[in-house]
């Protein structure tokens, strides 16, 4: 499995505190997917996500998983 945190925002002008920020970062470089999202960037969240539950955490790793979505995500 594959943490995920997600921190929400009204729009897209609110940014996360610094301790949301380096929640976030932390949740990431441990191999989670730890994103804030608006309404401007709901829909890349959601093609990510939707990457990750098809794929799994292999995609990130190309000796594991080779096909076309085998890219960074957003």
Excluded: M, W
């Excluded at 609110?14 to 989670?32: E, F, M, S, V, W």
């Excluded at 790793?61 to 957003?74: A, M, Q, V």
């Amino acid at each position: 499995g594959r943490f995920i945190a997600l921190e929400l925002k009204a729009s897209a002008k609110d940014y996360p505190t610094a301790l949301q920020q380096l929640k976030l970062d932390r949740i990431n470089a441990a191999g989670g997917y730890a994103r804030a999202v608006n309404p401007d960037n709901v829909e890349v969240i959601i093609k990510s996500l939707r990457r990750i539950s098809e794929h799994g955490k292999n995609q990130l790793d190309p000796t594991k998983h080779n096909c076309e979505c085998n890219r960074p995500l957003e």
